[in-house]
């Protein structure tokens, strides 16, 4: 093993295994874990985002763990600067931290950095919000393509939070939002190797069906039911939540929503993998690749790096 310092990077799909191998990864090196999942920043939403269960905090150290609440704003931007921070005062102790997550830009951000976008106005922020308030999110979508149609294309849709985000950089600046994305990567002063997990489609869907439903099972009402009073907010705007809200709304009965859930959890996971698959720094492994395969190509690639 070498005296680099070497940022391990774990991703792949919902439900695919992430946490676990992430966990093992840390007990062979030695080391402790970045999350950069996105919605498991949030204390409030621990049952519909799948955070570590407590044995599994115990077992590795983790940070950005139900570290914010949702009241807050958290953007990339914030993440990427404390958790470069973070690396930074862990590799002083350490040659290796295992960086986990399926939020591909969270993790774009601390692998490549991000983009610079100019300042926004808190006065477009407010009347976006108001406008998804008022009129939903088809009509910030319609306003988007209008403003950005090269970020349209690509974008996810039902995604507020990227959609309104991408329309305050417009609006803001008179530029479109794709026209600041570069693809400048900044260097960081530590070695990267990613290791992806994945699996066919057929076990995929089917290990995201049974999480659902163990969520169902761990209490995702309850964790829902007392969360619906901000339910406007961004961080709820998310699968897990939004259907149930849809329930309690009348709109929908528990069934389809649980259903919904499901599928959407499902698309999710299939934007996940055409992201990740772009990708050619990632080896990837079979979800049931013994940890002593993947420990072993970590270590090569090290080795042949020095």
Sequence with gaps: M??????IVVVGP?????????????????CEIVSADSRQF??????????????ELQQAKHH????????????????????????NTLFRTNNYVVLVGGSGLYVDAVTKGLDTFPEVSPDI????????????????????????PSYYQRVDLQNTHRVMRALEVCLSSGKPYSS?????HKKRPFKIIKIGITAEREIIYDRINQRVDMMVEEGLLEEVKKLYPHKKLNALNT???????????????LDFAISEIKKNTRRFAK?????????????WFDYLEPIENVTRVIETINTNEE
Excluded: C
């Excluded at 609440?69 to 973070?86: L, M, N, P, R, W």
């Excluded at 600041?180 to 400048?184: A, K, L």
């Excluded at 699968?239 to 009965?253: Q, S």
């Design 125 to 148: 922020r407010k009347r976006l919000q108001t406008q998804y308030e008022t009129e939903g999110i088809d009509r910030l979508q319609m306003q988007l393509k209008e403003l950005d």
């Design 180 to 184: 600041f994305i570069t693809q400048t």
């Design 42 to 55: 949030f204390k409030e939403m621990r049952i519909g985002t799948a955070v570590p269960s407590a044995d």
């Design 2 to 7: 070498t005296n680099h310092h070497t940022l």
């Design 64 to 87: 950005f763990i139900q570290h914010k609440s949702i009241q807050e704003t958290y953007s990339v931007g914030d993440f990427e600067k404390d958790a470069i921070d973070k690396l």
């Design 239 to 253: 699968v897990g939540y939004k259907e149930i809200f849809n329930y309690m709304d009348g709109t929908w009965d």
């Design 14 to 30: 919902t439900a695919i295994g992430k946490t676990s191998l992430s966990i093992k990864l840390a007990e062979h090196f030695n």
């Design 271 to 283: 934007r996940q993998l055409t992201w990740f698959r772009k990708d050619e720094e990632i080896n």
